[in-house]
């Protein structure tokens, strides 16, 4: 039997109470117990269940949770709910060949046969046949004269038909764009088709006002806002009771707007502010009143961390490396900025008082900004700021310890490590090359060092349910089952839910109201079809959240045959 926390005599019944389950509370104060009461959207108390009677009264709503476990709801601390997937576009995950995309584009063209742009997303680099980047002659003989704009998977690039290239003005003498830098042919100069930094150019506001003026569908606020629609919907349906968006300007704010007007928000959702390079004081001064003006508008939607990059992916071999990709002599990724400054901006944007997520995917870039945390600490002194590496993919293990020691958050996603995803024989694998495999997804190593895990899923570059992050974390195997890929870097099954939970609220400066089923805190909690705490991990991602509350409102229900549903 659990410890209770129960006051023999409450002031008053609990609006809700949730009995006969297994509450796994992330608080090692209390780290098991039979059932939990809610009053006012707080948690009041939590405790056995011989004691859940006393805050029982004649209006409370009893649910009877049959055994079922209980955890705190999900926070998912990196999750593009803004961007999404789009029901418009050619969908292309999963398919590995060219041939399957040209055969993708051409049923979707035969089915929309007046659209004037064929829009696709999510394509595999691996599609690409030799290991080069796509160009606009792959494109061109499943797309016509029809212009085509196709997303990566990753959306850190995208690819242009000649079509496309003529709508958007595209020639060898305008390849710098307001939404990424267009490749050249060595050669000739020409356009290639093959658009670089588009996660830093294209998501940013001038990238995106950009399109919408040249006309491209993708970009409309009436698409944006269904993209993210769909995500929430998505997030709630899989116990995401708080969602970190990490990348957005001033101008998507009226998008969350629209979404809690029209009852779609209904997790709560912290929204990081894009800082490309370039960003004055003005807009920071911007930035800072937004985050003023959310702060006292209530914490469904709240404003406060920047979005900064110092490198970009391994897969198209942008990232920042020590040493040179696998089969190059000299090409190692470029930073987005020199050392230096990058180390100055940091300092000035911690002085403001501003937590930095700083996209850094390979040994270099992570480096970098260590060394750009430590200037800071050196020139503002020692505070907690919280800043974030997010995704932390190829981490050199001197600097393994470093994360602790400056107070560094690894912000990382399981699934990006899984070996059909990244493994021997995928693009990033292949990449890095074999002596630098050891150095992938390093979680093990930085939570026994003392590093603050924080999980997410990266929606959509992978798939947003936490029961796949977390069977990744828990096992590093192919989601279908198979042989692992660097298991040495597995955690277990409670230390992957404390990264979704209370790792990533602290992360987010949310330890005091979320994370946790602790007296005091916000009644966000999920209910689960199946315990994954004691589950054999190949039959954790088989479960389903039956019961998402957020703020002792029940948002989001679902009926499991084999099951049942919790009874109200």
């Known amino acids: 039997m659990s410890r209770t926390t129960v006051p023999q005599a409450p002031a008053a019944p609990a609006d809700l109470v949730v009995r006969a389950a297994r509450v796994h509370t992330v608080d090692p104060a209390l780290p098991e117990a039979e059932a939990l009461a809610v009053r006012d959207g707080s948690i009041v108390w939590v405790g056995d269940d011989e004691d859940a009677e006393a805050w029982t009264g004649p209006g409370t709503e009893v649910i009877d949770a049959g055994g079922r476990l209980v955890l705190p709801g999900f926070i998912d601390a990196h999750n593009h709910v803004r961007l999404g997937s789009d029901d418009a576009c050619v969908q292309l995950a999963g398919v590995r060949t060219l041939e399957g995309i040209h055969e993708a584009v051409r049923d979707w063209h035969a089915a929309h046969p007046d659209a004037e742009w064929i829009e696709a997303e999510a394509f595999d680099y691996s599609a690409i046949p030799g290991g080069r980047m796509p160009r606009a002659a792959d494109l061109d003989p499943a797309t016509g004269e029809t212009p085509a704009f196709v997303l990566s998977y990753d959306v850190h690039t995208a690819w242009l038909n000649t079509a496309a290239l003529r709508r958007l003005g595209i020639t060898r003498d305008h390849t710098s ?11 000739t100069g020409e356009p290639t088709g093959f658009i670089k930094d588009f996660a830093i150019k294209g998501l940013s506001r ?8 040249l006309g491209v569908p993708w970009a409309s606020a009436d698409r944006q806002y269904g993209r993210l629609a769909r995500s929430l919907d ?3 349906r899989f116990g995401i009771t708080t969602v970190v968006e990490p990348q957005n300007s001033l101008d998507d704010l009226a998008l969350f707007e629209r979404a809690r007007r029209e009852g779609r928000l209904r997790s709560r959702l912290v929204a990081a502010l894009f800082h490309p390079r370039g960003t004055t004081e003005a807009e920071l001064d911007e930035f800072a009143s937004a985050v003023d003006r959310y702060a006292a508008d209530g914490d469904r939607i709240r404003l406060g961390p920047l979005k900064l990059y110092i490198d970009d992916v391994v897969e198209p071999r942008t990232a920042a490396l020590l040493r040179p990709y696998a089969g190059c002599t000299h090409h190692r990724g470029e930073t987005f900025y020199p050392p230096e400054e990058f180390a100055a901006l940091l300092a000035r944007l911690d002085a403001r008082g501003f937590q930095c997520f700083v996209h850094a995917t390979g040994d270099r870039g992570i480096r970098t900004v260590l060394d750009a945390v430590e200037h800071a600490r050196e020139v503002n002194g020692p505070r907690d700021a919280r800043h974030q590496v997010v995704h932390v993919e190829c981490l050199d293990p001197a600097d393994v310890s470093r994360f602790a020691a400056l107070g560094v958050v690894a912000c990382m996603q399981p699934r990006h490590c899984a ?3 990244a493994g021997p024989g995928q693009d990033w694998a292949d990449n890095v090359g074999p002596e630098r495999w050891s150095k992938a997804w390093p ?6 060092a003392g590093a603050t895990l924080a999980f997410s899923s990266d929606w959509n570059v992978a798939e947003m349910d936490p029961m796949v992050g977390i069977y990744t974390a828990v096992t590093r195997r192919p989601l279908a089952g198979g042989a692992p890929w660097q298991p040495a ?4 099954v409670a230390t992957a839910v404390h990264g979704y939970t209370m790792g990533a609220a602290y992360a987010n400066f949310l330890e005091d109201e979320r994370g946790s089923l602790t007296v005091g805190k916000q009644a966000d909690f999920v209910v689960l079809s199946r315990d994954i705490l004691r589950a054999a991990p190949e039959d954790i991602p088989g479960a389903v959240v039956e019961l998402a509350v957020v703020g002792g409102e029940q948002v989001h229900r679902a ?4 099951a049942g549903a919790p009874a109200v």
Do not use: K, N, W, Y
């Open 559 to 562: 009926h499991v045959e084999d």
């Open 443 to 448: 979680m093990r190593s930085l939570h026994e």
């Open 234 to 236: 998505d997030a709630i």
């Open 177 to 187: 764009l307001p939404f990424g830098e267009a490749e050249t042919d060595q050669e």
């Open 489 to 492: 870097e597995t955690v277990d």
């Open 419 to 421: 070996p059909e995803i």
């Open 206 to 213: 001038a990238g995106h006002r950009a399109l919408r003026e």
